[in-house]
């Protein structure tokens, strides 16, 4: 087995489709004729009219799949220049394909009304004005605000129901009264969903995925409202403690399998279902690095999938930098790109309009014409 990012041919173009696509096999064998190579590459998530596409280019990588994943496989005669030839054009177009599919951005803006929140804690407690800055998010491009009244972050303690009531109340009224973006509620408590919903709220963004309290998710169905699941690792009290995974990516896109399960079963739409790999929420620098690397392998579900990289403590980490965490936005650019590039459809950011820059210039990039 050797490494296709190292042939002199197929390199390059290996290169260009990941992260997207996954090279798992490149086996050489050699036969009386010479050296036949056979190369392998796995695709999560593709839509069926890009699988179709693919299986129909001249000369094509053969496809199996099992019903989640595409698998296409060809055999190359290394020493059969026009078959070489007819294989690498047959990747070229694979990749323009797979690029095509990069969805279009959308951004979430960041609504704290907290006093305690990691990053901008006690600027927007204040319920006009938490109401004036969602509208100055709007204003910067936000395609979708994010209101929460309780703090997530590392080590936070829950809120009771009547301070998050009292706290998202009438910033989500005057929220929905003064825009039509949509709102999302970022809460894990069912009381809270219903009143967000019916002050005008049409998402609820559970980080808990329905664990925290399982009527959450009745609620959301009952208004037809969207929902995102999100993958978190113990309690934001205590997340952060030693964080243990055998397989991290694998035993991500498995809970989000199951909680979606659980969602769809208590009448959530399919259509409004999302899916969040919930960075820096019981995970160590590694495994979030690791996520947003394999990314696309949430796709598998077939859901769009939601990232909210903004300001966390993992870039601090990476740049070694002790600024405020409200200064990471060079960071936050880089891995809102990266994103991006691997498939994430919503962007949740507190810096709307530099983000947006950073994600539709990385689509751009990304999408061969
Ligand atoms: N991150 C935070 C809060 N809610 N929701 C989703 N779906 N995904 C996330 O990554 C996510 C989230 C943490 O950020 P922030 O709201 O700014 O901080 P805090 O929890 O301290 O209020």
């Not at 260009?16 to 056979?38: C, I, N, Y």
């Not at 055999?75 to 220049?81: G, P, Y």
Request: proline share 5%; glycine share 10%; aromatic share 4%.
């Amino acid at each position: 087995m050797s490494d296709i990012t190292r042939d002199p041919v197929f390199g390059e173009v290996a290169r260009a489709l990941q992260p997207r696509a996954q090279l798992f096999a490149f086996a050489q064998r050699p036969s009386s004729q010479g050296d036949t190579v056979s190369c392998t590459f796995r695709f999560h998530g593709l839509a069926p009219e890009d699988r179709a596409a693919i299986e129909a280019l001249p000369g094509s990588l053969k496809a199996r799949g099992n019903g989640r994943d595409s698998v296409f496989c060809r055999r190359v005669d290394l020493e059969h220049e026009a078959e070489r030839h007819s294989a690498l054009r047959s990747l070229i177009e694979v990749e323009r394909i797979i690029r095509l599919a990069i969805p279009p951005p959308r951004i979430q803006g960041v609504v704290n009304v907290t006093p305690d929140s990691f990053s901008d804690g006690g600027r927007f407690l204040d319920p006009a004005r938490a109401i004036e800055h969602g509208l100055q998010l709007v204003a910067e491009g936000a395609d979708l605000l994010d209101v929460g009244g309780e703090s997530t972050r590392p080590g936070s303690e829950p809120v009771s129901l009547d301070e998050e009531l009292c706290r998202i109340k009438p910033v989500v009224e005057g929220l929905a009264r003064a825009t039509k973006v949509p709102i999302s509620i970022d809460t894990t408590k069912s009381q809270v969903a219903r009143a967000a919903l019916d002050a005008g709220a049409t998402i609820v963004n559970d980080i808990s995925a329905g664990r925290r309290d399982p009527a959450i998710l009745g609620v959301a169905a009952a208004h037809g409202a969207g929902y995102v699941a999100m993958h978190m690792r113990g309690e934001p009290r205590t997340m952060q403690a030693a964080p243990q995974y055998d397989d991290v990516v694998t035993e991500v896109v498995e809970f989000l399998r199951e909680r979606c399960a659980v969602a769809l079963e208590a009448g959530v739409d399919r259509t409004k279902l999302w899916i969040d790999p919930g960075i820096g929420f019981g995970k160590s620098l590694e495994h979030n690095l690791e996520l947003l690397r394999h990314l696309g392998e949430l796709r598998s579900l077939g859901l769009p999938i939601l990232v909210g990289v903004s300001r966390k403590a993992f870039i601090g980490k990476i740049t070694g930098s002790t600024s405020p965490a409200d200064q990471r936005i060079g960071g936050t650019a880089a891995a809102v790109a990266m994103a991006v590039l691997s498939g994430a459809e919503i962007l949740r950011v507190h810096d709307v309009a530099v983000m947006r820059e950073a994600a539709l210039v990385a689509r751009a990039i990304g999408r061969s014409a």
